[in-house]
């Protein structure tokens, strides 16, 4: 059944939702996805390890007047090697997030897809938070390609 024009604007204030082709296999996104050296390099330090259930930590500037410490506390929650990637995502007092990416083969590479959700639509803070981040999310595709590039 098709979504409401109300259902679909709702989806886009509670969510985050892109897709990029990357011209690499999967196997290579899915390093830069996963490994913690890597995974620094195109979007923060931290100290991941592709484990279910590991919580871990990226660092970043504290952004005090939006109540961030810098600290975005972490942990896996699922994991389908080299095609999916779920963690929960808390950055500050007020939210509660998943990230997820997907990665489907398309032709010689892979079609990255990035859901990130659990945004409030009813919290300002929470939607201009979407609205920064809807900005950078894509600018990392194109981080990630580079890496993926490299080996």
Not at 100 to 117: C, S, V
Not at 123 to 142: N, S, Y
Request: proline residues 7%.
């Amino acid at each position: 059944m098709p979504q409401n024009k109300d259902d679909r604007t709702a989806d886009t204030l509670r969510a985050i939702r892109l897709d990029q082709f990357v011209a690499h296999p999967p196997a290579k996104v899915w390093r830069a996805l996963t490994e913690p050296e890597l995974l620094a390099r195109w979007l923060m330090p931290n100290d991941f390890r592709l484990e279910l259930g590991h919580r871990f930590t990226f660092t970043t500037q504290p952004r005090r007047q939006a109540g961030f410490d810098g600290i975005v506390h972490c942990e896996v929650l699922r994991i389908e090697p080299e095609k999916l990637l779920k963690i929960s995502w808390r950055g500050g007092v007020r939210s509660d997030w998943t990230v997820t990416w997907r990665l489907e083969p398309e032709g010689k590479g892979t079609r990255l897809f990035l859901d990130h959700e659990g945004f409030d639509p009813d919290d300002e803070w929470q939607q201009i938070a979407r609205r920064t981040m809807g900005g950078g999310w894509p600018r990392l595709f194109g981080a990630i390609e580079k890496i993926a590039a490299e080996f």
